[in-house]
């Protein structure tokens, strides 16, 4: 697995770095101390498996720099670190398109379990109420009935049938020709699409539409 790691704290660096070699032992860790320096290495390295960014560092502040991040590497999954354990930060940050929000205050477990549950294709966020409505799925001409925020793009929705049929990251990812790390962005985007938290819950409400 490779890893961007972007914190303008080295302390914090060290310590996530530690929790990332528990997740994947082998995992290459790349560093970024502020925002330019994190879309640098974006740009150098757009394998990346997992971007684990600061809210807030020099060049930005708060959600702009994660909607920009986003904007500019799309498919690059996308995991935020918060000293924030406000509500709306999770809600904009979960809305900008990033896979997860992981509290600094959180202990290493929790840390380990979110990353877990991310690199699985799930959602994570901390325990609170539920950020429905976080934010809409791109414009497109796919819109089923049953949706609750916005709508599918077209490769959003060949993504959600594979999903419907049991079929793994992995699966999709060769069917459709694209890499792992960009089936996991668009199912972030389908489960933001049908206002569910995980898989379970987004191939059974898939599957109801495609029978309506």
């Known amino acids: 697995m490779k890893a961007l790691l972007a914190d303008d704290h080295p302390l914090m660096r060290e310590g996530v770095r530690q929790v990332l070699t528990q997740l994947v032992p082998r995992t290459n860790i790349l560093d970024a101390h502020d925002y330019p320096s994190l879309f640098a290495q974006s740009a150098l390295h757009p394998d990346l498996d997992l971007a684990l960014v600061d809210l807030n560092m020099p060049g930005f502040v708060g959600i702009q720099g994660i909607a920009q991040y986003r904007s500019r590497f799309p498919d690059i999954p996308l995991v935020v ?28 477990s929790t840390m380990l379990w979110a990353l877990r549950q991310v690199l699985d294709g799930h959602i994570y966020f901390p325990r609170g109420p539920t950020p429905a409505g976080i934010g809409a799925a791109p414009s497109a001409p796919v819109d089923l009935p049953g949706l609750q ?45 049908l206002g569910v938290s995980n898989r379970t819950e987004a191939v059974l409400a898939i599957q109801r539409m495609m029978q309506a």
């Not at 709306?88 to 940050?93: A, E, M, N, T």
């Open 81 to 108: 670190l918060s000293a924030s354990e406000s509500q709306d930060d999770i809600r904009k940050v979960l809305g900008a398109g990033a896979l997860g929000f992981i509290p600094k205050s959180a202990p290493t």
């Open 149 to 193: 925020h916005g709508t599918l793009t077209t490769r959003q929705f060949e993504v959600a049938q594979l999903l419907a049929r049991g079929c793994t990251n992995k699966a999709i990812a060769e069917m459709l020709s694209m890499s792992e790390a960009t089936v996991k962005v668009h199912i972030a985007a389908i489960f933001r699409a």
